[in-house]
């Protein structure tokens, strides 16, 4: 019989012999990254000058498996950059999720664009792409060499799916239709670093892909973002813009467009690179997590623990709980039992069609899975130290 004291006894029992509040994802900071920071200050280039933004976009490159990495101050900047590299402009539309973190809105409206909103499906937690399919095929109007949404008249011109909690969308199917439509596709790899999609990595399966390194993400540069992507023209751009559209020069101030002030300063990326090294351990420790919890809930048939895709290889950047319809009324009564107990627990986000300065954007008149999924998503403990060596056996 589901109760929500249950589902509270299941999460406390997977994470016992935690001491104090255990928080949805916090950073393991460890003794190298203290030591390559204090390497970084002890080198004066703390700003936007040194070696260790250099090498943490290569080995974050070698990593994805694309050809350039532009390290930025958060995913937000990322988004925004790869947008305006994709030719998004003021008026365009851009086709988003609305069962998305703000940001992805956000960066959208920072180009001068307007959000498109469109549903998710069950299966990814992300773009239904059999649904975005119909949906374009509906609204499009193919006029003077542009894709026209022909209730607005606006042109569309982009594409964001998001990874949602670490679930890669189904990537080949979204590309097929972009192609289709000739929109660019500008991936929020955000919460997705080092999750895989037919073997693949998520952030480098489009045009342009942007990850974040916030404090509560798979990785942390304290607040950090980046560009990944295969075009070597994009890449310069990104780097250019990004730097204040500086002309480089050994004293002359110039520049050559309204750039930005975006660039990643050494220190933080001093933080990334033993990061990064780290990553490949917290991965295998976030699967482990992942699946006592997966195991815990099997036996319950009103909440299960949400699993990735079968084409996918998730990073399990926070865990999911996904209710049954019949209980999603309690969902409520869980978060705040667990909350109570110590154990943090959110709802997924509200969804963002329906904020106050959003609700007059386009969007799919059928975003019936996004809305149900609001009710039934809970997001659980997700560090990956949790999982304590000792409750391995
Ligand atoms: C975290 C996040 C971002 C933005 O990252 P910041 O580094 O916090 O700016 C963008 N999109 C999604 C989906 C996120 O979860």
């Known amino acids: ?73 958060n995913g937000t900047a990322a988004l925004h950059v790869s947008l305006l590299l994709a030719g998004v402009g003021k008026s ?16 959208v409206s920072y180009c001068g664009a307007i959000p498109h909103f469109v549903d998710s499906n069950e299966l990814s ?23 026209i949404n022909r209730k607005t008249g606006r042109r569309v011109a982009a594409i964001v799916p998001m990874h949602t909690f670490g679930h890669p969308v189904d990537m080949d199917a979204l590309n097929i239709v972009a192609k289709k439509y000739c929109l660019p596709v500008v991936e929020d790899a955000a919460e997705s670093l080092g999750s895989r999609y037919k073997g693949m990595m998520t952030g480098s399966l489009s045009l342009l892909g942007a ?10 540069t304290g607040g950090g973002g980046a560009i990944a992507t295969n075009d070597t023209v994009l890449a310069r751009h990104a780097r250019h813009i990004t730097t204040t ?21 050494n220190l933080n990326a001093a933080l990334g690179c033993a990061q990064l090294e780290r990553m490949p351990a917290f991965l295998v420790d976030k699967r482990k997590l992942a699946e006592r919890y997966r195991q815990a809930f099997a036996g319950e048939d009103k909440v299960r623990f949400f699993t990735e895709p079968d084409y996918a290889e998730s990073n399990y950047w926070l865990n999911a709980l996904l209710f049954d319809e019949s209980v999603a009324d309690q969902r409520d009564e869980v978060l705040s039992l667990t909350n109570d107990a110590g154990l943090m627990t959110r709802p997924v986000w509200v969804l963002l069609h329906t904020l106050p300065m959003f609700k007059t954007c386009p969007a799919m008149e059928d975003l019936s899975v996004s809305k149900s999924l ?13 999982l304590r060596q000792d409750a391995d056996a």
């Open 1 to 73: 019989m589901f109760s929500p004291e249950k589902v509270e006894a299941i999460i406390r029992d997977v994470l016992a012999g935690n001491e104090g509040f255990l928080s949805l994802h916090e950073p393991t900071i460890a003794a190298r990254e203290k030591e390559l920071v204090n390497d970084c200050l002890d080198s004066g280039f703390v700003s936007s000058v040194g070696q260790y933004v250099a090498l943490f976009e290569q080995q974050l490159a070698d990593f994805l498996g694309v050809r350039h990495v532009v390290a930025v101050v």
């Open 92 to 107: 365009d539309e851009v086709i988003v999720p609305t069962l998305s973190f703000i940001a992805t809105a956000n960066a």
């Open 125 to 147: 937690l992300g773009l239904d792409t059999a649904k975005l399919e119909g949906y374009l095929a509906d609204i499009l109007l193919f006029d003077a060499g542009r894709w």
């Open 211 to 220: 990850i974040s390194f916030n404090g509560n993400k798979i990785i942390t």
């Open 245 to 265: 559209a500086k002309v480089p020069h050994r004293w002359a101030f110039n520049h050559d467009a309204v750039g930005f002030n975006y660039r990643m300063p």
């Open 374 to 386: 609001e009710k039934r998503l809970m997001n659980i403990p997700s560090s990956p130290f949790l």
